[in-house]
């Protein structure tokens, strides 16, 4: 089926978002049971951690860890902002630098000026949009950025957004003192595939729509490991302890390009992959044996496809031996524990 389409339902009594394009699964939002990423804490500092630079937090929640601080005393309070899930025994990631973000805006206070996407080109939009901005935010010493999705908004639209986060955000803002709280829920996946796939889409929000458009079938695809990428080529994503272990394989092509071909296939997949199996952390691919030569055609190709890539990402390079490594947020929890907490069979 052509175009796109955002499903809307549960799974296993979790609420859950499905990005289907051109009859491909493009991203999937499920639910879990942990503190949402983007949930802001009034939280309480517990010890710090010597030689590491960081601190223990405490929150309604359970603990969270704090990176990059000092001169913070024991008992102290202070607003922070969940950045993802936490893995098994370990605490919430936090960051002090709080955002309040919505379809068409984001509220940094830790940042001020009035910016503007720099995927909108249109001189005359940009001057209306910073209008729009001036405007609403006034004399406020917090700093503002409008999202690409403004594009083709309305613009009463766009000025109430705006003044709904600026609002939310001078709220938390000056809730600073008392015990441990949880101030504000990150948005869960219905909310989040409205204020993230912003491109026009059939929005189908019926019960039972996993089922009658085949998202389930496209989940029970992701419990393989194996990804086709097409030439008879193929690789396996597998998931350990300590790291995300991609291998490539040409398969049945046997022509002189079969690797380049088959690697760059998986680069420009890989993203689409690490977010529909909700994988992060070190991420090591044992790509197909090519030239050095051909090294550079790999990069450009992994590089472009992880620009458009909602979560941070960062590309290490290539090791001694010849891997490529990429670290990624943990921004979502691995679908595998999903699917596996109730027994799922989707």
Not at 228 to 243: D, H, K
Not at 302 to 327: C, M
């Amino acid at each position: 089926m052509k175009g796109r389409q955002i499903i809307l339902d549960h799974i296993n009594g979790r609420e859950a978002a499905a990005l289907i394009v051109d009859g491909r699964l493009e991203d999937l939002l499920i639910d879990a049971d942990g503190p949402r990423p983007g949930a802001i804490y009034r939280a309480v500092a517990d010890r710090p951690v010597k030689g590491q630079g960081g601190l223990f937090l405490r929150t309604p929640d359970g603990m969270a860890f704090l990176r990059q601080v000092k001169g913070i005393a024991p008992g102290e309070t202070m607003l922070v902002q969940v950045t993802g899930h936490a893995e098994e025994g370990k605490a919430l990631p936090v960051t002090q630098k709080v955002l309040f973000k919505s379809r068409y805006a984001i509220v940094t206070p830790e940042a001020p000026g009035l910016n503007i996407s720099r995927s909108i080109k249109d001189d005359d939009l940009r001057d209306t949009l910073l209008g729009i901005a001036h405007e609403v935010m006034g004399e406020s010493p917090m700093g503002l950025i409008l999202r690409s999705s403004c594009a083709v908004a309305d613009p009463d639209e766009i000025a109430e957004d705006i003044a709904a986060m600026a609002d939310l955000a001078t709220a938390v803002l000056s809730d600073t003192e008392g015990e441990a709280e949880c101030l504000t829920e990150g948005d869960g996946p219905h909310v989040l595939a409205w204020r993230d796939w912003v491109e026009p889409a059939e929005v189908v929000t019926a019960e039972g729509s996993f089922e009658s458009h085949g998202v389930l079938e496209m989940i029970a695809g992701l419990r393989d490991p194996r990804v086709t990428l097409g030439g008879g080529a193929f690789a396996f994503v597998e998931p350990t302890r300590a790291l995300v272990a991609v291998d490539v394989n040409t398969g049945s092509d046997t022509s002189p390009a079969a690797a380049l071909k088959a690697n760059i296939a998986l680069g420009r997949d890989l993203p689409r992959q690490l977010r529909l199996r909700g994988l992060g952390g070190q991420i090591t691919l044992d790509l197909a044996p090519m030239p050095k030569k051909d090294r550079r055609a790999f990069e450009m190709a992994i590089k472009a496809a992880f620009r458009s890539d909602s979560i941070e990402t960062v590309l290490a390079g290539w090791t001694p031996l010849g891997h490529y490594e990429l670290q990624r947020q943990r921004a979502r929890v691995p679908l595998a524990a999903l699917l596996e907490e109730q027994g799922a069979r989707p």
